[in-house]
């Protein structure tokens, strides 16, 4: 299945503000926690706390999160299915990163050790 247009541009004019939330919600029900949470964003994006709670604070959408950010150099090992989307088939740069860090969420709500998903 591929991303279309539209739902390309929906992913860009998101804000990460918007959807962290449900990410903490997501892990925190899973007994995982805030601090692990922010240890995959960080690792994925290169923000350290501040910086993460910076754009949380500025609503920045997910094209001027994933803009200012230096993905890990391993983000390419980040494969599977999410949300219907094989990742590694998309072909939109910013949807694809955007669902990196949907499976990495996912992964840590799942109970995966972080040495995994941390491609590590």
């Given at each position: 299945?591929?991303?279309?247009?539209?739902?390309?541009?929906?992913?860009?004019?998101?804000?990460?503000?918007?959807?962290?939330?449900?990410?903490?919600?997501?892990?925190?029900?899973k007994?995982?926690?805030k601090?692990?949470?922010?240890?995959?964003?960080?690792?994925?994006?290169?923000?350290?706390?501040?910086?993460?709670?910076?754009?949380?604070?500025?609503?920045?959408?997910?094209?001027?999160?994933?803009?200012?950010?230096?993905?890990?150099?391993?983000?390419?090992?980040?494969?599977?299915?999410?949300?219907?989307?094989?990742?590694?088939?998309?072909?939109?740069?910013?949807?694809?990163?955007?669902?990196?860090?949907?499976?990495?969420?996912?992964?840590?709500?799942?109970?995966?050790?972080m040495?995994?998903?941390?491609?590590?």
């Amino acid at each position: 299945m591929k991303p279309s247009d539209t739902h390309n541009e929906r992913m860009a004019s998101m804000t990460f503000s918007s959807v962290y939330p449900h990410y903490v919600t997501k892990v925190e029900k899973k007994g995982r926690s805030k601090e692990e949470l922010h240890e995959v964003i960080t690792w994925l994006t290169g923000f350290d706390e501040e910086k993460i709670h910076q754009l949380i604070a500025e609503k920045a959408t997910f094209a001027s999160f994933f803009g200012q950010a230096q993905l890990h150099p391993n983000a390419h090992l980040i494969t599977g299915m999410i949300c219907g989307y094989r990742i590694e088939d998309i072909d939109n740069p910013l949807t694809q990163q955007v669902r990196y860090l949907d499976k990495l969420v996912d992964e840590l709500a799942k109970g995966r050790k972080m040495e995994k998903i941390l491609r590590s």
